[in-house]
């Protein structure tokens, strides 16, 4: 206008178009395991918001609700950038950024057994121990133990005591609460190892004369069993059938030692035990054949032998010193006495002849000649 009087005026008109820019909210810093699924985007005024791996809606676009695994990027943290703009001219835009890192988070578990092998005699308790991996779960760790192959749960701590009869491999299973399929869930096993232990039958006492074999050794589960002189397996090793004599030993009884065992770790081992005693034969007298006239003094014999009228100790026993007027056999015994009895016999012969009795004629006198009688059987006459 001109402000005079007139007023010369003139006018025109244009439109301002202000464009509300989007305002997105933020987002905290992310730590996930495995995956992380993008939540709904929030703001005010936001058109098309998205998640993006670069700045100003580049690189790789992402929706909300998409899941991004922990195998999706090449190392960690990495930067995603929520963005979103009118698409106006001027373009009004708004972005956020924050820090995402996704851990592989599988859980693992180890299995052991202490002790890890057993002896089958020994009944010995054996502890199970589960130890996971991480050590603290991201939610809490839960446990099932089962024989490899049986499904029947037997204890759902991270320890189990077991007592096997056998050789038997157990299987732990271990769940992380805080995780997801398959990432969850570890299992493995362990082995514990049950040795047989051998079981020696047992030998009774034994009493032998001048010598003994050993028998053969019987039982279940053997390995090598000896017979030992001690205990354990020491002292001397002696083989099935091997002799014992008398002389090997300074006095009697001993003891004889049978002793097995299976030189594993743990050692499982059987010992039985019996008494020997070995009995050296006496040596009887052997007195020569003896002719004698009328009777015949038995002499005395060595400690131990005896005389008998029979064999093997039988018949009637005569005592030295017996006058003996018969013509007869006589056993010279002698015996140990044990059981079992340990005997040496000799025999000689005693032949008793009889003094005959001489005819005793009258002296005579006679003329010129004597003719002489005849004499009873047996008798002769002679000059000296």
């Known amino acids: 206008e ?11 008109s244009f439109v301002v178009t202000i464009n509300a820019s989007p305002d997105v909210f933020v987002l905290a810093n992310q730590t996930e395991c495995n995956s992380y699924t993008l939540p709904a985007i929030t703001g005010t005024g936001l058109v098309s918001p998205m998640y993006y791996t670069g700045p100003g809606g580049t ?25 979103d703009e009118t698409g106006t001219t001027p373009n009004c835009s708004d972005e956020e950024s924050f820090s995402l890192t996704i851990n592989t988070c599988n859980v693992s ?18 502890t199970l121990t589960a130890t996971p991996s991480p050590a603290i779960a991201v939610g809490t760790y839960s446990y099932s133990w089962n024989v490899q192959g049986n499904a029947t749960v037997l204890g759902t701590n991270s320890t189990l005591n077991v007592s096997p009869l ?32 051998p079981d020696i039958m047992s030998l009774s006492n034994q009493e032998a004369c001048d010598s003994f074999t050993l028998p053969a050794i019987t039982g279940t589960n053997l390995v090598t069993p000896m017979y030992y002189t001690g205990i354990g397996g020491t002292g001397t090793a002696y083989a099935s059938g091997s002799v014992l004599n008398f002389a090997d030993f300074a006095s009697y009884p001993v003891t004889i030692y049978i002793y097995d065992e299976t030189g594993t770790t743990p050692n499982c081992f059987d010992e039985e035990s019996f008494s020997l005693t070995i009995n050296a034969t006496p040596t009887a007298d052997a007195p020569a054949d003896v002719t004698a006239c009328d009777s015949y003094v038995l002499p005395a014999l060595n400690a131990g032998n005896t005389y008998y009228t029979g064999s093997g100790g039988t018949g009637t026993v005569i005592a030295s010193g017996t006058s003996i007027t018969t013509t007869q056999t006589i056993y010279v015994y002698a015996e140990t006495g044990t059981t079992p009895n340990c005997t040496d016999e000799n025999s000689f012969v005693v032949t008793i002849n009889t003094t005959p009795t001489a005819d005793a004629p009258a002296d005579v006198t006679a003329c010129d000649s004597y003719v002489l009688p005849a004499l009873s059987a047996g008798n002769t006459y002679y000059t000296g």
């Open 59 to 83: 690189g790789t676009a992402y929706t909300a609700g998409t899941t991004l695994n922990d195998t999706d990027f090449a190392s960690y943290p990495v930067t995603i950038y929520i963005y």
């Open 166 to 197: 056998v050789t038997t491999t157990y299987e732990v299973t271990v769940t992380d609460s805080g995780l997801i399929a398959p990432n969850n869930t570890a299992t493995n096993t362990v082995v514990v190892t049950v040795y047989d232990t």
């Open 2 to 12: 001109t402000g005079t009087t007139p007023n010369c005026t003139d006018e025109n």
């Open 109 to 126: 578990v180890t299995a052991t057994a202490s002790p890890s092998s057993t002896c089958s005699s020994a009944g010995t308790t054996v």
